[in-house]
């Protein structure tokens, strides 16, 4: 016969996993009195930890056998993001582990519908992903067009770069100058080859 487990898992101590529990149980998936403290799994740790780093659920993991059950409120307690969930979903279905979603209906996230879900589910989060990298670089792109620096600031003023490079071109060596300035000879190594890149010119050196 399968073990049906329920994972329930909490962000902060504040907050405690029973009506998680009582939702699973009153979706149909009772646990024996006698089996609960086994086959219940509560845990407090932030979502954005990945499922195989929260401590409670890494021990589910070694426990479940194949023919078990696991039943969880929300795709969440799979792991801190699509990929994660993902992850954990086709790990549980190598090892013969059917995963029940309630947010989702109950459906076996390993059966053909749970996955076809899984695969929307995925595709949208990919899709936000991208969607949030192209805003960030074309944030990026417009603040350089303008003139926004990014990084650390400079070691030395755009008065002491021109001066610096001055040295540079007179033949004064690099250790020199770094100590005229007060500063490391890579803040001077750095300048140069920004200069020789065409990165700072010699006049907004």
């Known amino acids: 016969m399968p073990r049906t487990f329920i994972y329930a898992r909490v962000s902060t101590v504040d907050q405690e996993p029973e009506n998680q529990i009582c939702e699973i149980e009153a979706a149909g998936f ?3 009195q006698d ?3 086994q086959r219940v799994v509560r845990e407090h740790i932030s979502g ?3 499922a195989r780093e929260r401590p409670g659920f890494a021990k589910l993991l070694d426990r479940l056998e194949a023919g078990d059950v696991l039943v969880v409120t929300k795709l969440d307690r799979l792991g801190r993001n699509a990929m994660d969930v993902r992850a954990t979903v086709e790990y549980l279905t ?6 029940h979603c309630l947010a989702l209906g109950g459906v076996d996230l390993t059966s053909a519908a749970g996955k076809m879900t899984m695969g929307v589910l995925c595709a949208v989060a990919e899709l936000e992903r991208d969607l949030l990298i192209e805003r960030t670089q074309a944030g990026i ?3 350089r067009g303008e003139g926004k620096a990014f990084g650390r600031p400079s070691a030395l003023t755009s ?11 007179a033949g004064v060596s690099v250790s020199q100058i770094a100590r005229d300035y007060q500063t490391s000879r890579t803040t001077i190594l750095r300048l140069r080859e920004k200069v020789r ?3 700072i010119s010699i006049d907004a050196a």
């Open 30 to 32: 009772a646990i024996d």
């Open 35 to 37: 089996k609960r403290k």
């Open 48 to 50: 954005s930890v990945a």
């Open 94 to 99: 190598e090892i013969g582990v059917r995963v």
């Open 141 to 143: 792109a417009r603040a």
């Open 159 to 169: 008065e002491q770069q021109a001066e610096a490079h001055q040295k540079l071109t």
């Open 197 to 199: 890149a065409g990165h």
